[in-house]
Every structure is written in C-alpha cells, then in structure tokens.
C-alpha cells in the first residue's frame, strides 16, 4: 500500500481522506507515494488556524521570533542529508545539487535571524516644534504562498520565514508533485519551537490555490510557478483586494563575446545549462554567440565538453545530472528538439534517447546542444525547462541585446567577455532583473532580493532580502505631540508647514 501525504494544519499532520494524486520517483518512473488534494472543507481549517493563530504571533517580539528561526537553521543543517536524500526520491536532483538548493534556503533562514534589526523602522525628531514621526512595520495578518516543483526546499524558504519572522502567519500550498520535503522542513520548524497554526501547509491543486486568492481573510499571496499559472494568481489575488507578488518562467540568453574566454564560458554553460537537468529558472537556455568565428569556438568546445556528462538516477552522486520531473515533461523537452529540428535548426549533441542502465522507466533527457537556433523557432520562443542548449548566432552585441530585450522574458541574463566598457554597457541597457558579468547563474543572495523582468514577475517588489520585509508588512506613520506651554498652539485653518 502507498503512503499518503496529508496536510499541517494546526500543528499537527491531517489526511482529509480527499482526493489524491500519485507522486513519482522520476530516476525509476514508478509512483512512490500518493498526495492528498485538500478540498474546501481542509483550506478552511488552515486558514481558521492561521487566523487564530495571528494575534499571539503578531505581539510575540521580533527577538523571540528570531531565536526559533536559529534553532530551525541549526534543525535545516542537521537534517541536511535526508532532506538531500527526500528531494532526490521525488524531484530526481543529485545529492549534491539537492545540497545546493538546501543551503540557498537556508541563507534564508539566516536572513530571517535578523528581524529585529529589519523592523527597527524609522524615526524623525522634531519634524515640527515638539513633534515627532517615526514609521513601523506590521504585519499584515495571514498571507499565503504558492511555490512550484523545482525548488521544494528553497522556494518555500524564500517566503514563510521572512513574512513568519515579520509577525504574519502562513499558508503554503507547495507543489503536488514534490511534497515530502516541504512537508518534512514545515515539521522541523515547528520542532523549533513555533507555536501551533503560525505556519500551515496545504497540498492541493488549483481547488486549494483558488480559495486562497479569493478567501478575504488572506491578505497577500507570494506565488513561484510558470507565467500563465502567474499572471492568473496575480490578476485574481489583485481582483480581490490582495497584495500579490507573482514569479514565472524564463528563457535566459548568454552572450558570448569573441573575446571572451571561452574554456571558462564552456564551464559555466555547462553547469547553468545542464544543472538539475535545465529545471532552474535561472538555467542558461540559449548562448548568443557574437560572431561566426566565436560560434564555431563555442560550439565545437561545447560538443567535446559535453561527451563526459552524465544523466543518471538521484541516487548515484557522481552523476551530473538527474532526470526530468514528469513522463509527461519528458515528452514536451523532447517535442521542443524536434521542433527545433524541423525549423531547421541543426541538433549537434542528441539527447532525445539517453541510456540510463537499470533505469528504463525513469524519465531521463540527456544533454542537447542545438546550433543555429533562431528567434522565429517556437523552441526559442518557449521556455523548455530541460537539459537543453541551444546556441544563436548574431553579428554584433546590439544584435545578441536586442534579442534578449525583445524576448519576453526577462528573469536573467549574463555576459562572458573581457571587455569592462562592454560589460557595463549591457548592464546598464539590458531588460532583465537579473545580470551576471562572467557569471552565469546571477541568483541574488539572500540579502539582496530575487525577481525578474517583464513576464518573468508579475507585481512591485521582489522575493526575499529587504524586500520580503516591504512585501509582508504595511507601513504605519504616527506623528507624535505633546502639548506643553513653550509648544501650545492656537487655531490654524492652513496646513502646516
Ligand atoms: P506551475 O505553474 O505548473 O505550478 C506552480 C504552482 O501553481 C504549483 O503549486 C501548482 O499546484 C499551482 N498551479 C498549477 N496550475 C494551477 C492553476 N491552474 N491554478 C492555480 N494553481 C495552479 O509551475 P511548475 O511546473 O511547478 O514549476 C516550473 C515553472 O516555475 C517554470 O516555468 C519555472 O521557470 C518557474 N519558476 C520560476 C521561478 C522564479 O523565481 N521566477 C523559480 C522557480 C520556478
């Protein structure tokens, strides 16, 4: 008999014998265990416990809230390896892939130790005779997050400990195909001391993720996903009065320089193409090589440095790199590469059928390189979200910037070259939110914020850093006097100046 995951609610884990949907072990293409799709009657309670939950929580101080964020960081590392291990079973990372999303999180965490020093607010003495103004932080009550498969780990800890930290309580509704591990952190959290109904996880699908838009007593909702699923959460959360802020998918462009140097390029592409088999939204999906002569260069080395990867199981950690997420993943990837082949573009390393031995039935892509890619083709149109790189060749760097400015897209980006003048050049002029100059993953860390441009983020502010702070609280200004004989004044019907 299967496992059935069910939901934390109230601090305690439920199973509202629901619908359930199978979960997959990717590397095997077996169903590992089932997840219950919470119904109305179980995101109810989750919001009821959240809501109950908020007043206590509101007025606990920010110092005390920091230390359960210590003990949970201290919890993180020393789960590190089964949570590692969790990760692998159902997303089908390697170990040490599934380490390096862990420990991004957890950088989370650590920022989130800081809340008293971030709420401090601001002050102003004598804004006028015997007057003072300061503004305050607060929460804003019970706020909700919606996060994709990719990062089990990481994205749910970009959110709920920062708004948590800042006195809200939270919802999260993690992705359904990977939940074990969300689930698992949510768990050590409240091993860490904090109090019943702060934080509540619902698993579900869109039945879940709708009432949280529309539920009144939700006041912002933080969601990670694809653009379409994006855009819907934002304009829903928006029609009913909620402060959003919603992430989506990508497409980012390297630009290769002709003089840039290109057994360094070659390294990074490969990690930031390759990495977590493409499933990053921060994946290099297309080089844009400048120049014919450097196209060539960056293709050949690609090629030859391509022959040693690895595409395998979770569970063997000198693999490079794991399998997709879904059978159904699998089939789209490898749609995308044969459209590209049929637009005429030329596939140089094929990926399509990789042998994985002992695991037929996983749901393995291998690494694919494409070369003469073109922005009319739907596979550089489309973000795939797999091993797959495809390289475009322009004549000059306003050629290779305006196609990333067209593109709508605009999550990150990267430049390989030696030339400082050019670099700052396209830093300045490039429409994407986030930029590396010879670094090809620009993934802020976490006391800067993470967000994209154009239809790679919907809504103001950023996740995570200074502005998760902005995101989950409301500002409040008081102006202070104290009528005293040397400030007492008469009437004025003017406004004061
Ligand atoms: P997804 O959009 O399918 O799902 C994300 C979440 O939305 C899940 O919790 C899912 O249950 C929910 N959802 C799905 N369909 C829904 C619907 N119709 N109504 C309401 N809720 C719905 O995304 P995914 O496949 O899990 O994740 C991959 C995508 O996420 C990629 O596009 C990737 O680029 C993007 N992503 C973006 C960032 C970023 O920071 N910009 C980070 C990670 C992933």
Redesign the pocket.
């Known amino acids: 008999m299967t496992t059935t995951i069910g939901h934390l609610i109230d601090g305690a884990m439920i199973d509202d014998a629901s619908r359930a949907q199978d979960v997959y072990n990717p590397s095997t293409g077996e169903v590992s265990k089932q997840v219950s799709l919470a119904c109305a009657g179980t995101v109810e309670r989750a919001i009821a416990s959240a809501q109950a939950a908020f007043p206590a929580w509101r007025d606990t101080p920010p110092a005390k809230r920091a230390q359960i964020m210590f003990r949970f960081k201290a919890l993180l590392e020393a789960n590190a390896d089964k949570i590692c291990e969790m990760i692998g079973e159902e997303h089908g990372k390697i170990h040490h892939d599934a380490m390096g999303e862990l420990i991004r999180g957890i950088e989370n965490v650590e920022y989130a130790c800081g809340v008293p020093e971030l709420l401090k607010g601001e002050h102003s003495r004598n804004v006028g005779p015997g007057i003072d103004s300061w503004s305050e932080f607060q929460p804003l009550g019970v706020v909700a997050g ?6 089990p780990a990481m ?1 749910p800890l ?1 959110m709920y400990p920062m708004a948590i930290a800042c006195g809200n309580t939270f919802i999260l ?5 990977d939940p074990t591990s969300t689930l698992f952190i949510a768990e050590l959290l409240h091993e860490a001391g904090l109090p019943k109904g702060v934080l509540n996880v619902v698993n ?3 039945e ?3 009432i949280l ?1 529309t539920d009144e007593r939700i006041k912002a909702v933080s ?8 855009e ?2 934002y304009s829903t959360a928006n029609a009913h009065g909620k402060r959003c802020q919603a ?4 497409k980012n462009h390297a630009i290769v320089m002709p003089d840039a140097d290109m057994d360094n390029a070659v390294n990074q592409l490969l990690g930031a193409a390759f990495g977590s088999s493409g ?5 290099l999906s297309v080089a844009v090589a400048v120049g014919d002569e450097a196209a060539d260069t960056l293709v050949s080395k690609l090629t030859e440095a391509m022959k040693p990867l690895k595409v395998g199981a979770f569970s063997e950690k000198t693999n490079d790199f794991g399998p997709v ?1 879904t059978r159904a ?1 699998q089939e789209k990837v490898v749609g995308y590469i044969n459209s590209a082949e049929a637009d005429g573009a030329q596939v140089v390393v094929d990926g399509r059928a990789p042998a994985v031995a002992g695991y037929e039935n996983g749901f393995f892509v291998g690494a694919t390189l494409i070369d003469r890619v073109t922005s009319e083709m739907v596979s550089y149109q489309e ?1 795939i ?1 797999g091993p797959v790189l495809q390289v475009v060749r322009a004549n000059s760097m306003e050629e290779a910037m305006k196609l990333i400015n067209d593109h709508e897209y605009g ?1 990150g980006t990267c430049i390989f070259t030696r030339d400082g003048e050019a670099a700052r050049y396209f830093s300045d002029h490039i429409q994407v939110g986030m930029v590396g100059i010879n670094v090809p993953l620009p993934v802020p860390v976490s006391y800067h914020s ?3 441009w154009k239809r ?2 919907f809504g103001d502010l950023h ?1 995570y850093g200074p502005d998760a702070v902005r995101f989950y609280t409301k500002r409040k200004t008081i102006t202070q006097r104290w009528p005293s004989s040397g400030v007492r004044e008469g009437v004025s019907f003017a406004f004061p100046s």
Do not use: Q
């Open positions: 919606i996060t994709p498969f990719n990062f994205v970009w509704k993690p992705s359904e195909r579900g699908d869109k879940a993720v709708d838009l969601f990670v996903g694809s653009t379409p699923i994006a819907y959460i992430l989506g998918g990508a499933e990053r939204c921060m994946a997420i993943h973000e979200f999550n993470f967000g994209g790679s983020l996740a």
